[in-house]
């Protein structure tokens, strides 16, 4: 079968491919002129060196980038996904629906890649609480926006359900109302909310779950998480009506007052 030089590489040892990404690093710095910063230069050695990703030099001699992720499929009882929907701070939200995932770390088989994420960030939510299913693989090719790298995205989708009789029992974030006295900090006024929210309102009524970012010491921040549908999922990663519509979701929610973290349980940045 047809086989590309990135595939081989991803193959190939730990050892190999940290020489390997190395040497295609020192090749786009050189290729860039400048035009790399030092801080995703240095991103993205962090990453060959720690095995979170794979560079390579291409025929044509481009300089790309592979990353193997292991993502949750969650599904409940009535067909609804289970969300990250983004960051939420003191500072402000970051919008940013996806699936939950991380990266996978050699030598790690998916099981373990898949147990490392519901033990560092879901482990209040969905600990002991899941049936798992099967595997399914999807490759999708696109420039990172945090490196600016082209990069091939290997997902490993893991399917899943709630296990009978349980259910997320932990408590859920609050959100802002009018004439409550955080409506200060609400950014939309009728005239500037997005003309999607009507047709979604249900969403502003959803229980939403704040898990903190022990990744960010020193900082008030948390991963926001909910079940929407399909329908919704597709409209809210579906472009900018749907970056949009999340954004003023984000803004509804009221940052916890207090977010004791456990501090044995680091987590890691699921950065694109």
Same mark, same amino acid.
């Not at 050892?15 to 400048?34: F, K, N, W």
């Not at 969403?203 to 939403?208: A, G, I, P, Q, S």
């Not at 970012?213 to 900082?219: I, L, M, N, T």
């Given at each position: 079968?047809?086989?590309?030089?990135?595939?081989?590489?991803?193959?190939?040892?730990?050892?190999?491919?940290?020489?390997?990404?190395?040497?295609?690093?020192?090749?786009?710095?050189?290729?860039?002129?400048?035009?790399?910063?030092?801080?995703?230069?240095?991103?993205?050695?962090?990453?060959?060196?720690?095995?979170?990703?794979?560079?390579?030099?291409?025929?044509?001699?481009?300089?790309?980038?592979?990353?193997?992720?292991? /993502?949750?499929?969650?599904?409940?009882?009535?067909?609804?996904?289970?969300?990250?929907?983004?960051?939420?701070?003191?500072?402000?939200?970051?919008?940013?629906?996806?699936?939950?995932?991380?990266?996978?770390?050699?030598?790690?088989?998916?099981?373990?890649?898949?147990?490392?994420?519901?033990?560092?960030?879901?482990?209040?939510?969905?600990?002991?609480?899941?049936?798992?299913?099967?595997?399914?693989?999807?490759?999708?090719?696109?420039?990172?926006?945090?490196?600016?790298?082209?990069?091939?995205?290997?997902?490993?989708?893991? !399917?899943?359900?709630?296990?009978?009789?349980?259910?997320?029992?932990?408590?859920?974030?609050?959100?802002?109302?009018?004439?409550?006295?955080?409506?200060?900090?609400?950014?939309?006024?009728?005239?500037?909310?997005?003309?999607? !929210?009507?047709?979604?309102?249900?969403?502003?009524?959803?229980?939403?779950?704040?898990?903190?970012? /022990?990744?960010?010491?020193?900082?008030?921040?948390?991963?926001?998480?909910?079940?929407?549908?399909?329908?919704?999922?597709?409209?809210?990663?579906?472009?900018?009506?749907?970056?949009?519509?999340?954004?003023?979701?984000?803004?509804?929610?009221?940052?916890?007052?207090?977010?004791?973290?456990?501090?044995?349980?680091?987590?890691?940045?699921?950065?694109?």
């Amino acid at each position: 079968p047809r086989t590309d030089y990135c595939e081989l590489v991803c193959a190939m040892s730990p050892a190999v491919q940290v020489q390997i990404g190395l040497g295609a690093l020192r090749q786009l710095s050189a290729s860039e002129g400048g035009l790399m910063t030092s801080a995703r230069l240095e991103k993205l050695k962090q990453e060959i060196v720690s095995g979170r990703s794979v560079l390579v030099v291409a025929g044509d001699g481009s300089v790309r980038r592979a990353v193997s992720l292991v /993502v949750l499929r969650l599904v409940n009882s009535d067909g609804w996904l289970f969300v990250q929907l983004g960051k939420i701070s003191d500072a402000g939200y970051e919008p940013c629906c996806q699936l939950p995932g991380m990266k996978q770390l050699p030598p790690e088989a998916v099981g373990e890649t898949l147990e490392r994420l519901i033990e560092s960030k879901l482990s209040t939510l969905l600990a002991g609480k899941l049936e798992l299913s099967e595997v399914s693989e999807q490759t999708a090719e696109k420039e990172s926006q945090a490196l600016g790298v082209p990069t091939r995205y290997l997902r490993l989708v893991v !399917a899943a359900s709630i296990s009978a009789g349980q259910a997320i029992d932990a408590p859920v974030i609050a959100y802002r109302g009018a004439g409550s006295e955080d409506s200060s900090g609400l950014p939309f006024g009728e005239s500037t909310k997005p003309s999607s !929210a009507h047709v979604f309102h249900e969403l502003f009524e959803r229980d939403v779950w704040a898990v903190p970012r /022990v990744q960010e010491p020193g900082s008030r921040s948390w991963d926001c998480y909910a079940w929407v549908s399909p329908e919704e999922f597709a409209f809210l990663t579906g472009g900018s009506r749907g970056e949009s519509l999340l954004t003023y979701w984000l803004s509804l929610l009221m940052p916890p007052k207090a977010a004791p973290a456990d501090e044995d349980s680091p987590s890691e940045t699921f950065s694109l």
